[in-house]
């Protein structure tokens, strides 16, 4: 934790594991109300990225970055958001290389060529530049095929024609989803905070509904791509899906509503898989030869794979999949070599 010379605001970067690979995880530009809640979500997140890349199997550990905006509107502005962006880029650069940063909340790909200014440890860079720019596609593409996986286990088939699907959140990577499945012949009802969405929703003929609505309706898919910890004891009472998968992070409001989806007879995808296409497609990046989308993108549909493995250990276990995803990641992470020293 450092506060930047050129801005004078917090930089922290967390690093939780390098056991299967230096540590990877975004760069999160936000407003907190003080510093232990800025150092504690990069705690947090740093864990979860840890656990995202072991259970997709990747060369890498988990770490997180946080750049603590002194208020809401500072961000947006050039100069500031400039020195910022340097100042965590020399934060970075300390820690030698045992944490890659990539763009997260409140950043962009352009904010990483910026960073890219103070340190080389940056991925998710323009293609101009090498990289492989905005990873909400790869994304999506990972929830939509596991949107197919759980289809596939709740009706027989992993076709999303005639399927309703509700989405709630159509931002970078919500919008991307609900056009993937729109295109695959579902039929979507969708919501967002943002009114201006209403027009994408009119673009795919879906039905515009409240966000609580969302949560509630009677159709095969509910698939949360907003804000964390919507799936608390008393909204999962509500929920009408039988399968809930999306983009969110930190869907659960606490690990013990994994069981209570389980004895509702809901699947839960667990976010961590899912959402993971971003990350795998990053990694491609970081592999000798350089950055190739069509491996990138053969990596991300294997989101599939490891998906209908964890329904059938939690099966075979008699565990919910939350329990199953993570005896694999902990499996993968002891397998792993315990020689971090050679990237601290």
Same mark, same amino acid.
């Given at each position: ?31 907190? !109300?003080?510093?232990? @809640?800025?150092?504690?979500?990069? $705690?947090?997140? %740093?864990?979860?990225?840890?656990? *995202?890349? /072991?259970? #997709? ?120 989803? !609900?056009?993937?499945? @729109?295109?695959?012949?579902?039929? $979507?009802?969708? %919501?967002?905070?943002?009114?201006? *969405?209403? /027009?994408? #929703? ?130 993968? $992470? ?11």
């Amino acid at each position: 934790m450092r506060r930047g010379r050129r801005s004078g605001c917090f930089t922290i970067v967390a690093v939780h594991s390098t056991a299967r690979g230096p540590a990877l995880g975004g760069c999160r530009l936000w407003h907190y !109300a003080d510093s232990r @809640a800025a150092v504690r979500d990069a $705690l947090r997140l %740093s864990q979860a990225m840890t656990f *995202k890349s /072991a259970v #997709a199997g990747l060369p890498l550990g988990g770490g997180k970055g946080v750049i603590m905006a002194p208020d809401p509107t500072v961000a947006g502005e050039r100069d500031w958001r400039t020195d910022a962006l340097r100042d965590f880029g020399d934060t970075v650069e300390l820690l030698g290389g045992s944490y890659v940063t990539a763009e997260d909340v409140g950043t962009s790909s352009r904010d990483m060529e910026t960073i890219s200014l103070s340190t080389p440890h940056v991925t998710g860079l323009s293609r101009r530049l090498g990289g492989s720019g905005d990873p909400s596609p790869w994304t999506a593409l990972g929830v939509q095929t596991g949107i197919e996986v759980c289809c596939e286990r709740v009706f027989g088939t992993p076709s999303l024609a005639g399927r309703t699907i509700a989405i709630s959140g159509l931002g970078n990577v919500g919008g991307r989803v !609900a056009s993937a499945c @729109a295109e695959a012949g579902a039929t $979507l009802l969708v %919501s967002d905070i943002d009114a201006r *969405k209403r /027009a994408l #929703a009119e673009s795919l003929n879906a039905r515009w509904v409240e966000p609580h609505e969302a949560l509630s309706a009677p159709v095969d898919v509910f698939a949360p791509c907003a804000l964390g910890g919507l799936l608390d004891h008393e909204s999962v009472l509500r929920l009408a899906a039988p399968i809930v998968a999306g983009a969110a992070n930190n869907q659960l409001a606490g690990d013990e509503i994994a069981s209570l989806l389980v004895q509702r007879g809901i699947l839960w995808a667990p976010d961590f898989v899912v959402n993971a296409g971003g990350i795998i497609n990053i990694s491609v990046e970081l592999e000798e030869g350089g950055y190739d989308p069509r491996r990138a993108g053969e990596l991300v549909r294997g989101i599939g794979v490891t998906l209908q493995r964890i329904f059938d250990d939690a099966q075979a276990r008699a565990v919910s999949p939350l329990d199953a995803a993570m005896l694999l990641a902990r499996a993968r $992470l002891a397998e792993a070599d315990s020689g971090d020293e050679e990237w601290i």
